[in-house]
């Protein structure tokens, strides 16, 4: 995927007559086949729905009495966020007369007021995730409804499928585009009448996914969640054609088994996925259930996948963000988070980025792409990219200045892998140039590191000695290490050592080496999941760098008492040593 900045889709006179056509085409006498309820819905967000709480891209919305459409509209994303339908599926997932209730009358408040077109509720990609979520819950929407309700919900998919069909084509390349090249197809599918639209909306989507996905099975997002997302639409869309009888492509046969290899590539040792640029860990079990229905049972050669690098021996894996932050038109939604890690063991989120912040509004976007919110090396206050002006077609802010040299390495040494990166992202504000070196050994009981912060060239000199100058003696330094939620900390009373006590009953050890001072601070985990971002502490080493070559080295290690093999069953659906 080329990855260009594109005009904003229109919705002008041809959008609206679209709409409108749509709704005046013969309706549809019902479906050919069940569709499946493939999303997955949370059941605390539908009881919160259900007790008046509803949070839509970032705005928390209050709605005891009246319907959602009767809300004034916020901004852009917001209602986007409401038109695509996503609180459906928490709704579904509670799935009691009372939220079966409170859908249904959204849904018919929602026909009554937008037939005509007008607004952002008839855009491609809010188009099409509200399409496929009143497919896969059309069952749970029809039950206890008239036989006026059932032909006006009917009428209404038909309408969405001719829309989608005029004009899936004009919406930019991305996500949104295959959302409602997908919904298209499969409305055709499920739907009695639309076979015959099916085959351009499977030619388009070919088309599309092929532009998106590049020859090592990776996006120019660079976000593993939106590579999960990605991967889902496939499945669905595999699902549905083998439901009605017909054959799923060769082409996107091929390339989701290239997303398979990247996202086991990307698993970490819990099953989830690492939160880079956008994406969090990804919704329990979707990982699995996408993984399971590809043939494809390897990771990918060499330990590298979409820029990521991976060390992993027993219970522990780590992920290390090894590659530039993602150009053009990808630029609106990277993170400055190059050389940042995660770590876990077993089933715990031990060392973690802050996570996706745009569910929390534009402050918490803006916050969790600076470089400050992940697991990483910042100089001063500074980020290793920085946020240019927000772009007017969607408001978000393109990385600029991002690092022009990123390296990475690995090496095998006796009893351990090693990951060596570099990036020059400090060169032009401090002529500094930061390296990070990580070591897991053989069994996972130690993660060893080094942050070395250098000057690289003769011509990097006078800016470095400019920024002692001006820090007064040395340049501000910081090592973030976020820790998820769910571990706790305490600091030694001589403060050179944290200890990290993780709910499975393992113990870590953080120690370091140098003139570097250790502490711990607040936090914060942006799990979208939640309502509100969730309280954590982040282990911190700061200190300054005053020579043309500062090394800092740290190392997180279990100790002594903690078991090879520990049962861990706070989350668990089994009975077996992990």
């Known amino acids: 995927m080329a990855g260009k900045v594109v005009p904003k889709e229109t919705t002008g006179f041809f959008h609206r007559r679209s709409v409108r056509r749509g709704w005046r085409q013969p309706i549809s006498g019902g479906f050919v086949m069940r569709p499946e309820p493939f999303t997955i819905g949370s059941i605390p967000h539908g009881r919160q729905i259900l007790a008046g709480h509803l949070m839509l891209a970032g705005h928390v919305v209050e709605l005891a009495h009246g319907s959602l459409w009767d809300y004034p509209a916020l901004d852009l994303g917001f209602d986007e966020a409401r038109h695509g339908f996503g609180w459906l599926d928490d709704l579904a997932a509670v799935a009691t007369p009372a939220a079966r209730r409170k859908a249904q009358g959204w849904l018919w408040d929602w026909i009554a007021q937008n037939r005509a077109g007008n607004g952002p509720a008839w855009r491609a990609a809010p188009t099409g995730r509200r399409a496929l979520r009143l497919v896969f819950h059309a069952f749970f929407l029809l039950h206890s409804a008239d036989d006026d309700q059932r032909r006006l919900f009917l009428q209404m998919l038909t309408a969405h499928m001719w829309h989608l069909s005029r004009r899936a084509e004009h919406a930019p390349d991305g996500m949104g585009r295959v959302e409602a090249l997908s919904a298209w197809l499969i409305l055709s599918l499920c739907l009695e009448g639309g076979g015959m639209l099916a085959t351009p909306a499977l030619s388009e989507l070919e088309r599309s996914v092929t532009r998106m996905v590049d020859d090592h099975g990776g996006v120019a997002s660079r976000n593993p969640e939106g590579l999960l997302d990605l991967a889902c639409h496939l499945q669905w869309v595999e699902d549905a054609l083998t439901g009605a009888g017909q054959t799923f492509p060769s082409t996107l046969a091929g390339l989701r088994d290239s997303l398979a290899l990247t996202l086991r590539s990307l698993r970490h040792a819990d099953g989830a996925l690492p939160r880079f640029h956008g994406g969090g860990a990804g919704r329990d079990g979707l990982l699995d259930r996408v993984l399971a229905g590809s043939p494809v049972t390897t990771r990918r050669d060499g330990r590298s996948a979409m820029g990521f690098a991976r060390l992993s021996a027993r219970r522990s894996s780590v992920i290390m963000d090894a590659s530039a932050p993602p150009t053009e038109g990808a ?24 996570g996706p912040g745009q569910h929390f509004g534009s402050d918490w976007r803006r916050a969790a792409r600076a470089t400050a919110g992940h697991s990483v090396l910042c100089v001063e206050a500074y980020s290793s990219a920085q946020l240019g002006k927000p772009d007017p077609g969607t408001g978000l802010e393109p990385l600029t200045n991002a690092p022009a040299k990123v390296l990475c390495d690995f090496l095998r040494l006796d009893g351990a892998d090693r990951i060596q990166g570099v990036h020059s992202g400090y060169d032009a504000s401090h002529g500094l140039t930061h390296a990070r070196m990580l070591d897991l050994d053989h069994d996972g009981r130690c993660l060893q590191g080094e942050d070395r912060l250098m000057v690289a060239s003769d011509a990097a000199r006078p800016r470095f000695d400019a920024a002692m100058r001006a820090g007064g003696g040395g340049v501000p330094v910081y090592i973030r290490f976020h820790l998820h939620p769910d571990v706790a900390a305490g600091l030694s009373s001589d403060h050179k050592t944290a200890t990290l006590a993780l709910r499975s009953g393992e113990r870590w050890e953080f120690t370091h080496e140098g003139g570097f001072n250790l502490s711990i601070e607040p936090s914060v985990y942006l799990d979208p999941d939640e ?13 300054r760098a005053m020579k ?3 090394p800092i080295r740290w190392s997180l290690r279990k100790t002594d008492d903690t078991a090879q093999a520990v049962r861990d069953l706070a989350q668990g659906d089994d009975d077996t040593d992990l």
């Open 331 to 354: 630029a609106l939604t990277g993170h400055a988070s190059t050389l940042a890690f995660e770590l876990t063991s077993g089933r715990r989120p031990i060392i973690v980025n802050c």
């Open 531 to 543: 309502m509100t971002p969730l309280a954590s502490k982040q282990v911190v080493l700061s200190g």
């Open 548 to 550: 043309y070559a500062t």
